[in-house]
């Protein structure tokens, strides 16, 4: 089984609870199902233009977060899988996911086909215009458009409150004497053995040389104080994700670094003309600051006892839209930005006059991959009825799911 054996370098008793969480809905089995998707779509055809993707495009990997001056974006926000490949790959994988969450919102299938169209439509169209700008242009570019209402406006709400503060105070316990330490909440936030603490410390002075001379200023002014063990997300439940809690001047100015492994991603099979990328968390992060209009200022890579770590902060105002939010017009107001967003990363790493002339002016193109997401949707499905079923007899072991939503 694919998934099983995407399982294979990740730790072994953290598997259930991944297991746990794709089991919720059809939505989130697609989110820990990338790689079963990489291989359906490495069978469909592709016009061979190739861009920067995403690789794990869908609804909750578009989200707000704080850029380095501070403001609050609306951008692509999750790239373990990115690569180089086909932009297709992307647009179709996005454009599933809002039939799937569509769905879990309570939305029908012609609301979800409407929203589809629309995403396709914003992608055709904001291609059409980075294909007349200037590279520099599109490179300054950042999607505004469609954000002061809807899902994204809320999303961003959320993004305004969840300072490192609120993260602080959420992860952390007072200590009797001194700065606060993480909470012991395993098996979600644990403390590590002293010796993986020491390592994983030991390795930001080499994720301090991947920083910018003004980054390393900022980094050097903070102390790190507490290491732990966190489970994160879907799709990344059972990679090695520690992280360090930093303060600067006081308890007042704390930094939360997540030190994340990062795995091959799961369309480099499918991929034979890219050479094997030397660093894993390198990688994500050199496609994170190719597609982004802004970027974490701490994002950087390092190695942690001889595997490849992305470090980034745990919380920059980060947050995301929740499916409940995506019920009728909401979901077409969202599906336009991401169109617009996902058409803006790929005209930052590919040729967008060539994709834009192959998207051309009509809705074709908007109907094709609505009935492609459709029967995809409908084919998810189907296997996440499988997956339960493997689950209900015993070939997939589940946590319980207290210990897996914590």
């Not at 589809?116 to 992608?123: D, S």
């Not at 994204?152 to 200590?175: D, F, G, I, M």
Request: aromatic content about 8%; proline content about 6%.
């Amino acid at each position: 089984m694919l998934l099983q054996e995407s399982n294979a370098e990740r730790l072994p008793a953290l598997v259930p609870i991944k297991i746990t969480r794709m089991a919720q809905s059809p939505f989130a089995f697609f989110r820990g199902a990338a790689p079963l998707m990489a291989l359906d779509l490495s069978k469909t055809p592709a016009t061979g233009l190739r861009v920067q993707i995403c690789g794990d495009a869908h609804v909750q990997n578009v989200g707000a977060f704080a850029a380095p001056d501070g403001h609050l974006t609306f951008d692509l926000n999750d790239f373990d899988e990115t690569i180089p490949g086909p932009w297709e790959w992307d647009v179709k994988r996005m454009a599933a996911s809002l039939v799937l969450a569509g769905r879990e919102a309570g939305d029908t299938d012609r609301e979800n086909a409407d929203a589809i169209r629309a995403f396709v439509g914003a992608y055709r169209e904001a291609m059409n215009g980075f294909a007349e700008m200037t590279f520099l242009d599109t490179v300054r570019y950042e999607v505004r458009r469609y954000l002061g209402a809807g899902p994204a406006h809320v999303a961003l709400s959320r993004a305004e409150r969840a300072s490192p503060q609120h993260a602080l105070a959420k992860l952390t316990v007072r200590a009797r004497a001194g700065l606060p330490r993480f909470h012991d909440r395993p098996p979600i936030l644990a403390h590590v053995p002293d010796r993986v603490a020491a390592a994983v410390i030991a390795s930001l002075a080499s994720y301090r040389e991947t920083l910018g001379p003004d980054r390393q200023l900022a980094l050097d002014v903070y102390r790190p104080v507490d290491v732990a063990f966190k489970v994160v997300g879907t799709g990344s439940v059972g990679t090695r994700d520690y992280v360090v809690l930093l303060f600067g001047g006081g308890p007042a100015d704390p930094l939360i670094l997540q030190v994340k492994e990062e795995l091959t991603s799961c369309y480099h099979p499918y991929l034979p003309e890219t050479p094997p990328f030397p660093h894993q968390g390198r990688r994500v992060a050199e496609g994170q600051h190719r597609m982004q209009s802004a970027t974490d200022p701490f994002l950087g890579w390092t190695r942690v006892e001889g595997r490849d770590y992305l470090v980034r902060q745990l919380a920059d105002h980060k947050a995301k839209v929740e499916v409940s939010e995506l019920a009728g017009s909401a979901l077409v107001r969202f599906a336009r930005v991401s169109g617009e967003i996902l058409a803006k990363a790929h005209a930052r790493t590919g040729d967008a006059a060539a994709i834009a002339g192959y998207c051309g002016g009509s809705d074709r193109l908007d109907r094709a991959i609505a009935r492609f997401a459709l029967a995809y949707a409908d084919q998810a499905e189907k296997d996440y009825a499988l997956f339960r079923k493997a689950i209900r007899s015993g070939v997939l072991k589940a946590a319980p799911k207290r210990d897996a939503i914590g």
